[in-house]
């Protein structure tokens, strides 16, 4: 059974850096992509950036590129995603998430708080 589970959020002022890691199991982690997604209160889930199997390219969403670099660990089945200058509209739950025969698998999220 497809296992994602993701750590290192946390609260930061403004400006700060986290990085977000997820670590998969019940996959053979290398041969796909994965992505991070987040979720705003009272908004709905939204992509951040993703990786492909190894490791180039990667796509960012528009409000994140330039601040945010998503990779991957193949020997460790973990994709991390390092993110500083951080803004308080990049407070979210952090997801990440793997889609295997056309199932969508997500982690239970990690909460990240930028204060102003």
């Known amino acids: 059974q497809v296992q994602l589970e993701e750590s290192g959020g946390g609260l930061v002022q403004a400006g700060g850096s986290l990085r977000l890691s997820c670590a998969a199991s019940?996959?053979?982690?290398?041969?796909?992509?994965m992505g991070w997604f987040r979720q705003a209160p009272g908004k709905e889930r939204e992509f951040v950036a993703t990786?492909?199997?190894?490791?180039?390219?990667?796509y960012y969403a528009a409000s994140v590129k330039g601040r945010i670099t998503i990779t991957r660990d193949n020997a460790k089945n973990t994709v991390y995603l390092q993110m500083n200058n951080l803004k308080p509209d990049d407070t979210a739950v952090y997801y990440c998430?793997?889609?295997?025969?056309?199932?969508?698998?997500w982690g239970q999220g990690t909460q990240v708080t930028v204060s102003s």
């Open positions: 990786i492909r199997r190894t490791s180039d390219p990667t």
């Open positions: 019940g996959l053979t982690f290398s041969t796909y992509a």
């Open positions: 998430n793997v889609n295997v025969l056309n199932i969508a698998y």
